[in-house]
């Protein structure tokens, strides 16, 4: 099975960047669905970016623009930049990949204040 761990969320002011990052417990270059999710407390979890293994990418139109997902097949690590973040924004963040089925890692609080 594959292990995520979530890192780099914390408080942020508006306007401001974070980059999170994802440690996967294995080689991550076989897997070509990676991808980042967030929910908000009492909201539905929600799809915010994808990537493929040949580096495509994919965003939601809340994020696009501001976010850039990436990925670093050497240190099996997903990373995603945000810039210009929102209060909007203030959520977990979930790593997810799929290898034969989907995983999911911790999350990490991501907050932005006004």
């Known amino acids: 099975q594959v292990q995520l761990v979530e890192s780099g969320g914390g408080l942020v002011q508006a306007g401001g960047s974070l980059r999170l990052s994802c440690a996967a417990s294995?080689?991550?270059?076989?897997?070509?669905?990676m991808g980042w999710y967030r929910q908000a407390p009492g909201k539905q979890r929600e799809w915010v970016a994808t990537?493929?293994?040949?580096?495509?990418?994919n965003y939601a139109s809340s994020v696009k623009g501001r976010f850039t997902i990436s990925r670093d097949n050497a240190k099996n690590t997903m990373y995603l930049q945000m810039n210009s973040l929102k209060p909007e924004d203030t959520a977990v963040y979930y790593c997810?990949?799929?290898?034969?089925?989907?995983?999911w890692g911790q999350g990490t609080q991501v907050t932005v204040s006004s």
């Open positions: 997810n990949v799929f290898l034969y089925r989907n995983y």
């Open positions: 294995g080689s991550i270059s076989s897997i070509n669905a």
């Open positions: 990537i493929s293994s040949g580096g495509s990418t």
